[in-house]
Nanobody, 115 residues
Framework: QVRFVESGGGLVQPGGSLRLSCVGS????????MAWYRQAPGKEREMIGE???????TYSNSVKGRFTISRDNAKNSVFLQMNNLQPDDTAVYFC?????????WGQGTRVTVSS
């Protein structure tokens, strides 16, 4: 069974940093197109960045220059390094894997940015 599990969320002060991880299991991770999404309270889920199987990366304008996506296929993992976090970044963060017609969501990890 394919699974993606996020970790690394928590409470951080404005201007701080967090690194989220998403580990895949039950599949050959290298071939999956991976993306990070977030859903803030009362808002729709939005994609904030993605990395394809070849390592190509794109970011949403809301996080460009502050967040960095990377992947380590040897560890079946994708990462989201978040710097200069602001209260508007408060959300549940999800990783999403897609390959052809298949796609899977992680359960999410909560990030709260507050002083």
């Amino acid at each position: 069974q394919v699974r993606f599990v996020e970790s690394g969320g928590g409470l951080v002060q404005p201007g701080g940093s967090l690194r989220l991880s998403c580990v895949g299991s039950g599949t050959f991770f290298n071939v999956w197109h991976m993306a990070w999404y977030r859903q803030a309270p009362g808002k729709e889920r939005e994609m904030i960045g993605e990395i394809n199987s070849g390592g190509g990366i794109t970011y949403s304008n809301s996080v460009k220059g502050r967040f960095t996506i990377s992947r380590d296929n040897a560890k079946n993992s994708v990462f989201l390094q978040m710097n200069n976090l602001q209260p508007d970044d408060t959300a549940v963060y999800f990783c999403h894997g897609s390959r052809g017609s298949s796609n899977y969501w992680g359960q999410g990890t909560r990030v709260t940015v507050s002083s």
